[in-house]
């Protein structure tokens, strides 16, 4: 059995097409119409599973729906077998993130997410879900120096590996990454402190690849958002009784 599993972002859209547990192409794009593209050469598929952060989204899971016939669901809350303690309304993309970690860290796992913004998800040994602090992505500090700054260049973000640098380009880039470098360690060892468990550290999102040289984390998961909407995907039909592959 084909699942799609679609996570619309606040900047791009990430798709993966499934067979059974096996991933058979991961699809990315900024651009509504290549991903509407993808949608169509994946149709055939018995379920389409949607994590949803942008207000647009409702134009592209229409065309889903309406346009290729998709049976879609979207991951809420009220879906997740594991307790929540948070009071706000959480975006499906940290669900699907939660769902996911206890794969990879069955003992309690700190989930950094490095898109628009980073943000930390905790998910405790029990596979209870906490909230965790919020901070301002890489490329928003990055460019938020340029928009404030007007004389400074405005060049695309990149990677560095040291602090030590030559010129303003250089040194944009290595403050936003450091910055984050810095206070994903310091939040992610209060977090251990508070609970008082050694949780593991699992880095995912379309930034972390700019950052992983100079972190020390436990797992890197590229797909983490798009594991965990399959899995509620599988999980569903399961339950409804249709018998998946491996």
Known sequence: MRLLAVDIG???????????????????????????????????????????????????????????????VTLTQADVPFRIHYSAQLGSDRLANAFAARRYAPQGAIV???GTATHFDIVDERGD???????????????????????????????VESVIVENTIEAMN??????TA????????????QFGANFKTILTGGNATFIRPILDVDFEVPNLTLEGLHAFGMQM????????SA
């Open 174 to 179: 290595a403050g936003a990454l450091y910055a």
């Open 129 to 159: 879900f906490y909230g965790g602090p919020i901070h301002a992505g890489i490329q928003t500090l990055h460019d938020a120096l340029s928009m404030r700054i007007p004389h400074l260049p405005q060049e695309p973000l990149h990677r």
């Open 237 to 244: 039909m399961r339950k409804s009784g249709v018998r998946v």
């Open 10 to 72: 606040n900047t791009r859209i990430s798709q993966g097409l499934y067979d059974g547990n096996r991933l058979l192409r991961r699809f990315d794009t900024p651009n509504e119409d290549r991903a509407e593209a993808f949608a169509r050469e994946s149709v055939g598929c018995g379920l389409c599973v949607v994590s949803r952060v942008s207000r647009s989204a409702a134009d592209f899971e229409k065309y889903l729906t309406d346009t290729l016939s998709y049976r879609v």
């Open 112 to 114: 950094i997410d490095l």
């Open 182 to 193: 810095g206070a994903i360690e310091k939040i992610s060892a209060e977090i251990r402190r």
